[in-house]
C-alpha cells in the first residue's frame, strides 16, 4: 500500500499531464480535486456592488481575479411574477476548495434577498493559467 503522499503525486501526475489542441497546451483535469479551478457568477443591479464584493474577495485571497460584465438584461419569475431587471455579471477564479467560503462570503455580502450563486468547474486549462490562480487563492 503506498503512502498517501506517493499516491497523491502519482494522481496529480496523471491529472496534470498535458495534451496538444490546435497547437495550445492544455492541462486536462480530471476527476474532483480540491485544486481544481471554478468560475463562480452572481448578478448585481449596481457595478459599484459588483466592485466592492471583487474587491473584498481578492483582500481575502478567495479569488485570483474578477470580471463584470455588462449590462445585461435578465429575465426571471420572482414572486409569482415575470419581471425583468438590467444587471451586471461578476465572475470570479478560484479553486474548488474555497467555493463554500466565496458563497458565504456572497450571501453575507450580497444585497439581493436570494442571490444567484453558480460555480462551474473548469475542464480544459492551460497549466500556466492554472498553476497562477492557485498560485493567488489561500
Known amino acids: 500500500m503506498q503512502n498517501n503522499s506517493a499516491a497523491l503525486a502519482q494522481t496529480t501526475k496523471r491529472r496534470t499531464e498535458p495534451k496538444s489542441y490546435n497547437g495550445t497546451t492544455r492541462l486536462i483535469i480530471q476527476g474532483e480535486t480540491s485544486m481544481n479551478i471554478i468560475i463562480v457568477s452572481t448578478t448585481f443591479t449596481k457595478k459599484e ?20 460584465s455588462g449590462p445585461i438584461t435578465s429575465i426571471y419569475r420572482w414572486q409569482e411574477k415575470v419581471t425583468s431587471a438590467t444587471e ?25 434577498e436570494l442571490p444567484e450563486i453558480l460555480g ?17 487563492v489561500k
Open 49 to 68: 456592488d459588483a466592485e466592492r464584493i471583487a474587491g473584498l474577495l481578492l483582500d481575502r485571497k478567495l479569488i485570483a481575479c474578477a470580471q463584470i
Open 120 to 136: 462551474q468547474e473548469i475542464h480544459h486549462v492551460s497549466r500556466a493559467y492554472h498553476d497562477w490562480v492557485c498560485g493567488e
Open 88 to 112: 451586471y455579471t461578476l465572475s470570479l477564479k478560484t479553486t474548488q476548495h474555497l467555493f463554500q467560503t466565496v458563497q458565504e462570503t456572497l450571501i453575507q455580502e450580497h444585497p439581493y
